[in-house]
């Protein structure tokens, strides 16, 4: 496997951000679970290690740029992350040989950076958006081809990919 075949862990933050939004394969209801998150600062900094807990009157910013950069993801694309980066424009500098984003202190700045390592790496093009759940995953494929967040039910999916197949051979049946 190459490296950008193998998520790190500013992807899986980053993705966890993302997936602050959901669909649960309970309920099938879209579920917002970021607000909740930032009321508990334990829970937060659970699920965002790196990133610093935002106040009230942050938590509006971030579900914009979560919703734009769950659209570059499904879109395939980083249009709108660039216009984040020109609202929001990152300094860069190289501590210990490598790239080091910083912004101001915020957790969106923070997110952006983050965002930002993940297209350098070339990490940002295996993200991917369930056509069905919309659950963002990280495609580890060699080829870079996966569709579904899983084939089978589990704790990253729930088998949008084998429902899929079922359908279609259903479908065909029914034909």
Not at 79 to 91: T, V
Not at 142 to 162: L, Q
Not at 165 to 171: Q, T
Request: glycine share 8%; net charge positive.
């Amino acid at each position: 496997m190459t490296a950008s075949t193998i998520e790190d862990e500013d992807t899986q933050e980053l993705r966890s951000f993302l997936n602050s939004w959901l669909i649960p394969n309970d309920t099938r209801t879209p579920t917002e679970t970021l607000p909740a998150l930032v009321e508990d600062p334990s829970a937060w900094h659970g699920a965002f290690a790196k990133v610093p807990l935002p106040d009230g009157r942050q938590v509006a910013g971030l579900l914009v740029l979560r919703d734009d950069l769950r659209a570059d993801v499904a879109e395939g694309s980083s249009r709108r992350l660039d216009g984040w980066l020109e609202k929001c424009p990152l300094r860069v500098r190289v501590v210990d040989g490598e790239l080091e984003f910083s912004g101001d202190g915020s957790p969106q700045a923070c997110l952006l950076g983050l965002a930002t390592r993940t297209v350098l790496e070339g990490r940002w093009k295996r993200l991917r958006s369930c056509p069905d759940c919309k659950w963002v995953f990280y495609d580890q494929s060699r080829n870079n081809s996966r569709t579904w967040c899983s084939m089978y039910a589990g704790s990253t999916g729930r088998a949008c990919g084998s429902i899929a197949k079922v359908r279609r051979a259903r479908g065909r049946q029914s034909a």
